[in-house]
């Protein structure tokens, strides 16, 4: 981390760091993927309801949402170098729970403990890809997250390449990939500690970071992120947790091959996520994120009228646009309270990951109510919050801030 320091003040983003922390998002987002993934294996093998299936998801994920601020505070004031090794760790035996689970409740211990180990690594991890990036932050967080998005697009390629043809007992071969990332982050951990003395110097804000606006103005543009996190994520939840059902019950697909079709919505998705930061650097990251929750909305409202091949390709454009608003929303969050990496990292995590979860469960039980294909077109309409962008204030450097 003492490269990670020295390449800030340098003014050059340090990307041996930058790849070891991408790599390690990778496998802690393919790890608890996993689940999600899976879901169709064990809504046959434990006879689950779609209200079920989505309560596991909000375990997992509630249980990353309610900690990750809290993580993420802590760690601000008292830096915890080992503590994403031992996130990790979580994941190993979260995998391990799930693989042998007997009964459905051990599955939610099993979830909870993925939501746990997820919680630890984002708010760290996320500070470590912004003191890496040399002030190139939406270049960094980017590349920090693509490695998320490339591990979630992974998880339904190798279930249905490993997992469905062996069984649940596999998923247990996948903790050895946790175990793995756990040595790559110890080693973090180890020139985190040494370059920890350094960190506050690194994080103070410079009076070029710094952004001077009223705390109501900072306040509302907040609640108006939160709205778009919602708006995102609830639309993804439709998709990460029921785009294999919708597919299978409404153009007779094998689960093979709709695991191939998430596969490529989430390729697509990674695609956009790359794309965001940067351009979010270049052009300004309000703008970044109107094209994307916003300009997505022509696509989502056709997306429940057309048929197999357009609904695959309205998808990967889908996933292609929504995708990129994140990193964007996060370092616009970033800049609007400087100084709180960590504590703004874990609340914007915290955030995407309740806005699933949340929306998993009240999508399956209202998918049990009704349809998937009403549910579908429902959330069709979820972009149209991206109008409240407007409310945003403006905080790139060189615009006027207005209240």
């Given at each position: 981390?003492?490269?990670?320091?020295?390449?800030?003040?340098?003014?050059?983003?340090?990307?041996?760091?930058?790849?070891?922390?991408?790599?390690?998002?990778?496998?802690?987002?393919?790890?608890?993927?996993?689940?999600?993934?899976?879901?169709?294996?064990?809504?046959s093998?434990?006879?689950?309801?779609?209200?079920?299936?989505?309560?596991?998801?909000?375990?997992?994920q509630?249980?990353?949402?309610?900690?990750?601020?809290?993580?993420?505070?802590?760690?601000?004031?008292?830096?915890?170098?080992?503590?994403?090794?031992?996130g990790?760790?979580?994941?190993?035996?979260?995998?391990?729970?799930?693989?042998?689970?007997?009964?459905?409740?051990?599955?939610?211990?099993?979830?909870?403990?993925?939501?746990?180990?997820?919680?630890?690594?984002?708010?760290?991890?996320?500070?470590?890809?912004?003191?890496?990036?040399?002030?190139?932050?939406?270049?960094?967080?980017?590349?920090?997250?693509?490695?998320?998005?490339?591990?979630?697009?992974?998880a339904?390629l190798?279930?249905?390449?490993?997992?469905?043809?062996?069984?649940?007992?596999?998923?247990?071969?996948?903790?050895?990939?946790?175990?793995?990332?756990?040595?790559?982050?110890?080693?973090?951990?180890?020139?985190?500690?040494?370059?920890?003395?350094?960190?506050?110097?690194?994080?103070?804000?410079?009076?070029?970071?710094?952004?001077?606006?009223?705390?109501?103005?900072?306040?509302?543009?907040?609640?108006?992120?939160?709205?778009?996190?919602?708006?995102?994520?609830?639309?993804?939840?439709?998709?990460?947790?029921?785009?294999?059902?919708?597919?299978?019950?409404?153009?007779?697909?094998?689960?093979?091959?709709?695991?191939?079709?998430?596969?490529?919505?989430?390729?697509?998705?990674?695609?956009?996520t790359?794309?965001?930061?940067?351009?979010?650097?270049?052009?300004?990251?309000k703008?970044?994120?109107?094209?994307?929750?916003?300009?997505?909305?022509?696509?989502?409202?056709?997306?429940?009228?057309?048929?197999?091949?357009?609904?695959?390709?309205?998808?990967?454009?889908?996933?292609?646009?929504?995708?990129?608003a994140?990193?964007?929303?996060?370092?616009?969050?970033?800049?609007?309270?400087?100084?709180?990496?960590?504590?703004?990292?874990?609340?914007?995590?915290?955030?995407?990951?309740?806005?699933?979860?949340?929306?998993?469960?009240?999508?399956?039980?209202?998918?049990?109510?009704?349809?998937?294909?009403?549910?579908?077109?429902?959330?069709?309409?979820?972009?149209?919050?991206?109008?409240?962008?407007?409310?945003?204030?403006?905080?790139?450097?060189?615009?006027?801030?207005?209240?």
């Amino acid at each position: 981390m003492t490269d990670v320091v020295a390449g800030r003040r340098a003014g050059s983003t340090s990307f041996p760091i930058l790849g070891a922390i991408t790599f390690c998002h990778l496998l802690n987002d393919l790890s608890t993927s996993l689940l999600l993934a899976i879901y169709p294996l064990l809504k046959s093998g434990f006879d689950l309801s779609f209200g079920q299936i989505g309560l596991l998801t909000l375990v997992y994920q509630g249980t990353g949402s309610l900690l990750q601020p809290v993580v993420g505070l802590y760690t601000d004031r008292r830096p915890q170098p080992y503590s994403l090794s031992f996130g990790m760790g979580c994941l190993a035996l979260g995998l391990t729970v799930i693989a042998y689970a007997p009964h459905y409740l051990v599955l939610l211990a099993g979830a909870a403990l993925l939501g746990i180990g997820s919680s630890i690594f984002h708010p760290e991890s996320s500070r470590i890809a912004r003191l890496a990036s040399g002030g190139a932050h939406g270049l960094a967080q980017s590349l920090f997250q693509v490695g998320g998005n490339a591990g979630n697009s992974l998880a339904p390629l190798l279930a249905a390449l490993f997992v469905l043809p062996n069984g649940q007992h596999s998923v247990g071969w996948f903790a050895l990939l946790a175990l793995t990332g756990m040595g790559i982050l110890t080693l973090l951990g180890h020139t985190y500690s040494r370059a920890a003395t350094a960190r506050p110097r690194a994080q103070k804000p410079s009076a070029a970071d710094a952004v001077a606006l009223p705390r109501a103005t900072v306040r509302r543009a907040i609640a108006v992120l939160i709205a778009l996190i919602f708006s995102k994520y609830f639309y993804l939840a439709s998709i990460t947790s029921y785009y294999i059902f919708y597919l299978i019950r409404h153009f007779g697909l094998s689960t093979q091959n709709a695991q191939l079709c998430l596969f490529a919505f989430l390729v697509s998705a990674a695609a956009g996520t790359m794309i965001g930061g940067p351009v979010g650097d270049r052009v300004g990251r309000k703008r970044v994120i109107w094209c994307s929750i916003l300009g997505v909305v022509p696509f989502t409202l056709v997306l429940p009228y057309v048929g197999l091949a357009a609904t695959i390709a309205l998808s990967i454009v889908i996933g292609l646009i929504i995708s990129s608003a994140f990193s964007a929303i996060v370092v616009y969050a970033q800049e609007l309270i400087p100084g709180r990496i960590g504590m703004v990292s874990g609340l914007f995590f915290g955030v995407a990951f309740g806005m699933a979860g949340l929306g998993a469960a009240v999508l399956g039980m209202l998918i049990d109510l009704t349809s998937i294909d009403f549910v579908y077109r429902l959330c069709s309409f979820l972009p149209l919050i991206g109008m409240l962008t407007a409310l945003l204030p403006e905080i790139e450097r060189g615009a006027p801030a207005r209240a």
